[in-house]
């Protein structure tokens, strides 16, 4: 029967110490993003004793995409949630708290849609969990039951799980951006460093300034809509013929 409480795994639970380990596992090197949000709605689905567990994300553009689900049928039920824009999942995401509906036959008027979608998949109840550090909200860990629901302790041992893996995803991510940044800085000096290799080869080869070199690299970049850093590589590499760059004298540059 809906509201019918389930033994919630406690903190205290010898297979919860493991699990936290795991999700902790994530800040270290070599963090799989793919196979840590599918792992993680396997481990709820045993820790928790719920029927099935799912994830939503936000992506670049701040748009929640469904990135894991334990169960086809819990996938399919993100996906219809997302589709009609309507349910307790998106609402813990909006608001950063979390949604708990025991028996969604009861709550069908706060999502009409979304409860009959949910029985139609064989669930009766569903604990959505904010992932949220601090004033930052980036998804949502989804629990769905049938004919039960969690009582207070397992909510809170969900929660646990959706915060430690908040702090692990957002970890990544900002590893992530300053790899790229990183990559970009280095691109940048290299890029900087062959331009000057380009303007040297051209100074000595024509006589000329290395201000007079850079203009004649940009011009014959700009005349031939080609990349300054291309140009600068034909010409160190001796690819783009120095003779042709430079027709007038020195002073006319």
Do not use: Y
Request: net charge negative; aromatic share 4%; with cysteine.
């Amino acid at each position: 029967m809906p509201g019918e409480s389930l033994e919630a795994t406690t903190a205290g639970d010898h297979r919860l110490a493991p699990v936290f380990v795991e999700l902790a596992d994530t800040l270290l090197a070599g963090f799989d993003l793919d196979e840590f949000l599918h792992t993680l709605t396997l481990r709820c689905v045993q820790v928790l004793a719920v029927d099935a567990a799912g994830i939503l994300l936000t992506d670049h553009r701040d748009h929640l995409q469904l990135v894991a689900a334990s169960t086809e049928r819990a996938r399919r039920l993100e996906q219809f949630q997302l589709r009609i824009d309507q349910g307790p999942c998106l609402d813990a995401f909006a608001t950063g708290q979390p949604v708990h509906s025991g028996d969604l036959a009861a709550d069908a008027d706060r999502w009409p849609d979304f409860a009959a979608a949910a029985a139609e998949h064989g669930f009766t109840g569903v604990h959505a969990l904010p992932m949220r550090l601090r004033e930052k909200t980036i998804g949502a860990l989804n629990l769905f039951t049938a004919d039960r629901t969690l009582d207070e302790a397992g909510q809170a041992t969900g929660q646990a799980m959706a915060d430690i893996a908040t702090i692990g995803i957002l970890s990544a991510r900002a590893a992530a951006r300053r790899d790229l940044l990183a990559g970009q800085l280095q691109s940048a000096l290299d890029t900087r460093v062959l331009i000057e290799q380009a303007k040297g080869v051209l100074a000595e080869r024509h006589q000329i300034s290395m201000e007079q070199a850079f203009a004649v690299l940009r011009g014959h970049a700009r005349g031939t809509s080609t990349k300054l850093t291309e140009v600068a590589a034909g010409i160190v590499t001796g690819v783009i013929d120095l003779s042709g760059l430079v027709t007038s004298g020195p002073g006319d540059i």
